[in-house]
């Protein structure tokens, strides 16, 4: 498998290039230097420090590898949690928020289109329309 073969397991190294792919990005770091990937200084993809709402349910432990995506809706966040063999999860502290959690350790289990589709969702999901607007005309040309 070539390392430009989308069907391959994601990485964590793929979603920085992936978020760093689309237009008018920048990165801020939060707190324990986290990335947190914002277009119109609204974030899209960021890495999560540990908190007590994302825990092993066998040790207790704080996940320490959660990574948050915004989606469009309710409807998109349910499509991608409902399947209890999908990696995406939620919390009770993300009730009513638009964004899915994924835990790095899991990021193998999507292939990098599927982890690209994500992202551009996320991306899509956040930036102005103007801005939303250009990206897919230039995706998809008539």
């Not at 990165?27 to 890495?47: A, C, I, L, W």
Request: hydrophobic letters at 40%.
């Amino acid at each position: 498998m070539s390392d430009d073969d989308g069907s391959r397991p994601a990485r964590v190294e793929d979603v920085h290039e992936l978020a760093l792919a689309m237009p008018h990005v920048t990165v801020e770091y939060g707190p324990g230097d986290n990335p947190v990937y914002q277009v119109g200084r609204k974030s899209f993809v960021f890495f999560r420090n540990p908190r007590p709402d994302a825990v092993d349910p066998d040790t207790g432990e704080r996940y320490a590898d959660v990574i948050v995506f915004w989606v469009e809706s309710e409807a998109d966040k349910q499509a991608l949690i409902q399947d209890e063999a999908s990696p995406f999860f939620t919390t009770a502290h993300f009730d009513g928020h638009p964004s899915v959690l994924l835990r790095a350790s899991r990021i193998g289990e999507l292939t990098r289109n599927g982890l690209a589709e994500v992202v551009q969702d996320a991306w899509l999901s956040r930036a102005s329309a103007r801005r939303a607007a250009a990206w897919l005309r230039a995706r998809h040309p008539e």
